[in-house]
């Protein structure tokens, strides 16, 4: 079963995610715009994976959307969900695009990783020092 939450094989990194929606195309628009999500659904969650990435190519990108159907105003969906016990059912909507077409339907996107067991999510960090590379690769 799927469950909302980022999850690799082994799992060596893990931390949060964050995105601010677009002024001009979005996600949201995106999957209108090709059929993809109608009046009465809500776009729930997105996935992004990029996998069985060797010798520093991204090889294989995969994007899902995840859409409630029956329902698209947030204020009547949130109390629905809140009192759904068990999984919640959704429809699942592969997409066929480049990790930066994907990143583009963003006004900004931010990924912080972490080394996993640490438990740094959320604890504040002061920055000592800074370095930067030197020719950009």
Known sequence: ???????VQYGDWEGTAAADASDQIELHKYLRDKGLLSDNEFL?????YAGENHHGKVEHVSIRAYVYEGERSFDNLKPILDDLNGPIPVREVRLSMSLEKFVGLFKRFNVFL?????ELTDRD???QSEQSEEDGE
């Open 1 to 7: 079963m799927t469950t909302f939450r980022a999850g």
């Open 114 to 118: 972490t080394w996993h067991g640490l």
């Open 44 to 48: 729930l969650a997105a996935d992004l």
């Open 125 to 127: 960090l002061e920055v």
